[in-house]
């Protein structure tokens, strides 16, 4: 969402809230693979709910796959109560997957594909060794001071891989033309952090390459992450990136994201307060504006929700 002012007023701009369908599959082809991919730090809310009304939705409409995937690259945030609470609020919800159920697509499970992505990248960038913490960089962006220190990859050292300068062109399906420039906005990628762990950019870049991901949905929040994204699919050889949709996000009374300490907007909670779930995903589609106050709808059909 963005402001412009006009005539001294100021006027709220928001995105558009469907996408042009028939233009998305002529981007996407026919029966489009796209992924619901929650982490398992906390509990469902209102605001997985809206990125799943989107992602079923829209795989629907088309005539396209969902595929579930445990992002759990975060080892110290992520806990198995979690993973079992989301699948079965998830499954309590209606939402069935095509892909990614039995067995349970999971990141920790198959740490030897980073690995392999990130010898892959040895080949073709300058990948090596940071020494820093995340005080010593103070912000988003990383300088490369360690690009040319040598240092050896041993355990508390972070792994970054050289991004080239240039901008990453893409068109959303909601907000349309972008142009990012990665080298600009965070510098050298990081794709293992001091810890060991691989980060969220590399990991849902070389899962969203080698499961086929060719419909990327997921929230606002996260439109500045997608030019590294597609930068760095093309470095592990993806010629032809995702699509991406950015879709509005609800927010608290206090205006900021919903968070999994989001009390009251918890589907669990919701549950326990007696809703059903065709009422939870009518309350989460009527607060970002896909329906009206007090709809009923059933996670097979929101599909209809995109319809024109
Ligand atoms: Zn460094």
Same mark, same amino acid.
């Given at each position: ?145 360690? &690009?040319?220190? =040598? *240092? /050896? !990859?041993?355990?508390?050292? @972070? #792994? ?6 240039? %901008? $990453? ?101 919701? &549950?326990?307060? =007696? *809703? /059903? !779930?065709?009422?939870?995903? @009518? #309350? ?6 896909? %329906? $009206? ?16």
């Amino acid at each position: 969402m963005r402001t412009e002012e006009r005539d001294h007023v100021f006027l709220i701009i928001s995105p558009s809230l469907r996408p042009d369908l028939a233009r998305l599959e002529s981007a996407v082809g026919s029966s489009p693979l796209t992924r619901f991919a929650p982490s398992p730090t906390g509990y469902l809310h209102l605001g997985h709910v809206v990125n799943a009304i989107y992602v079923w939705g829209i795989a629907r409409a088309l005539g396209g796959r969902v595929l579930l995937r445990v992002e759990d690259h975060d080892r110290i945030r992520c806990r198995p109560e979690y993973e079992a609470a989301l699948l079965e609020d998830l499954a309590w919800l209606g939402f069935e997957a095509d892909e990614g159920v039995d067995p349970l697509a999971r990141q920790s499970d198959t740490p030897s594909v980073y690995e392999g992505a990130l010898d892959v990248l040895r080949a073709s960038a300058q990948v090596y060794a940071c020494g820093c913490s995340r005080k010593d960089i103070g912000g988003e962006r990383y300088d490369g001071r360690c &690009r040319t220190r =040598g *240092l /050896t !990859a041993v355990n508390g050292r @972070g #792994i970054r891989v050289h991004l080239a300068e240039g %901008a $990453e062109v893409f068109e959303d399906a909601l907000r349309g033309h972008c142009v990012q420039a990665p080298a600009e906005q965070c510098g050298d990628l990081l794709a293992r952090d001091r810890d060991g762990h691989w980060t969220y950019q590399f990991a849902v870049t070389v899962d969203d390459t080698r499961q086929g991901v060719t419909l990327v949905i997921r929230g606002a929040d996260l439109v500045s992450s997608t030019g590294r994204q597609i930068r760095l699919a093309r470095m592990l050889g993806r010629q032809i990136p995702p699509v991406f949709l950015h879709h509005p996000l609800i927010h608290d009374l206090r205006g900021e994201k919903l968070s999994k300490s989001a009390g009251d907007t918890g589907v669990r909670q919701l &549950r326990r307060a =007696g *809703l /059903t !779930a065709p009422a939870v995903i @009518g #309350i989460a589609a009527s607060r970002v504006g896909l %329906a $009206e106050t007090g709809s009923l709808i059933h996670a097979s059909e929101v599909s209809r929700l995109f319809a024109h």
